[in-house]
């Protein structure tokens, strides 16, 4: 490693919305702590939690659909010790049952009510403080479904509602109802379908942008030419388009680009692919609040380093075709995305 990725980059602090709390300008998503990543050792995790606070990260993010809540029974001990610490996300929306290929969308009231009360027990709080919409059912009004949230929110169970993978428009709707504090989408130098509407509205109404996946799953940060022969069994990247056959063959070849800024940096290309993110965002008048996934103290240090680095205009230029020539679908089914929605 360089001697700028063995150093832990104390983050400066955003704030989570208009007038919300003030959080570390990169958060830390919890989602491959529990599972879809292949085997997890628990300890390592739990010193990355530690790595994290101490380099500034306070936006922690997890769902009950992790792991069906282990993700968040496990992150409960954490939690507790550093509860004034730390600004605690959590989700709803995603249904699974025995079927391990099942995903369903849920944003009815009767519904939203057993999530939050489940999120609750699980992480062992009184109080979330982001809560959000994980995916958008489009048979239930928003109004229905925000409408709910906000009543979370007047009874002291949630402190601020977010959403995820929503379009513009929706988040304008919604907005209307209740204020938003946050968007969750993918928005990564692979994945900019964000850009089409979601982020001008969040940059309009004054939502932070909180993009998952800023390294592509972990593709930004290096090759996977041959996700069968790289990746461990259980990761469910083996079954992700864009990690399959030709499709990741073609997409190692974009990382060309990225390594060049990132070899004349004495950085690495995840630190580049998360630098970038920051500095699109600064471009829409943004404030943006990436959660890149780890369970490495090591890795951990190396991506909070990169809220130091501000790239030039000729290193912006080289990476901008990067996104166009991505082969491969986000995920093997689009249906609950908001390019699907949009377009």
């Known amino acids: 490693m360089t001697e700028q990725n063995n150093t832990t980059h104390r983050l400066d602090r955003v704030e989570l919305g208009k007038g919300g709390p003030l959080v570390g300008v990169q958060g830390l998503g919890c989602m491959g702590m529990s599972e879809h990543y292949g085997a997890v050792d628990e300890a390592a995790a739990r010193e990355t939690l530690e790595a994290a606070l101490a380099a500034g990260v306070t936006l922690f993010d997890t769902a009950d659909v992790y792991g069906q809540g282990k993700n968040e029974e496990f992150l409960a001990p954490f939690v507790t010790a550093h509860r004034d610490e730390i600004t605690l996300a959590t989700k709803f929306g995603i249904e699974r049952n025995e079927d391990p290929t099942y995903r369903g969308i849920r944003n009815e009231r009767a519904y939203i009510r057993r999530a939050v009360e489940g999120s609750l027990r699980r992480l062992g709080v009184d109080v979330i403080d982001l809560y959000y919409m994980h995916r958008r059912d489009p048979a239930v009004p928003l109004s229905e479904s925000v409408g709910e949230m906000a009543e979370l929110v007047a009874e002291g169970k949630v402190r601020r509602l977010g959403?995820?993978?929503?379009?513009?428009?929706?988040?304008?709707?919604?907005?209307?109802?209740?204020?938003?504090?946050?968007?969750?989408s993918e928005w990564s130098l692979f994945s900019r379908d964000v850009e089409r509407s979601a982020v001008g509205a969040a940059a309009e109404l004054g939502v932070a942008f909180v993009p998952y996946s800023p390294l592509g799953r972990g593709f930004l940060a290096g090759a996977f030419a041959d996700a069968a022969a790289e990746l461990s069994e259980g990761d469910f990247r083996l079954r992700q388009p864009r990690f399959s056959g030709d499709n990741a063959k073609a997409n190692a070849a974009l990382l060309a680009p990225i390594r060049e800024v990132a070899a004349g940096r004495g950085a690495t290309p995840a630190q580049i692919a998360l630098a970038w993110v920051q500095q699109r965002a600064q471009v829409h008048g943004l404030t943006v609040i990436p959660i890149p996934g780890t369970r490495k103290p090591g890795r951990l240090r190396e991506n909070t380093a990169a809220a130091g680095i501000t790239l030039t205009a000729a290193e912006l230029s080289l990476l901008e075709p990067i996104a166009a020539a991505v082969a491969g679908d986000r995920y093997p089914d689009m249906t609950f995305t908001s390019v699907v929605r949009e377009s």
């Not at 959403?163 to 969750?184: D, K």
């Open 163 to 184: 959403l995820s993978e929503v379009t513009g428009a929706e988040l304008r709707e919604a907005h209307a109802v209740h204020p938003i504090s946050a968007l969750q």
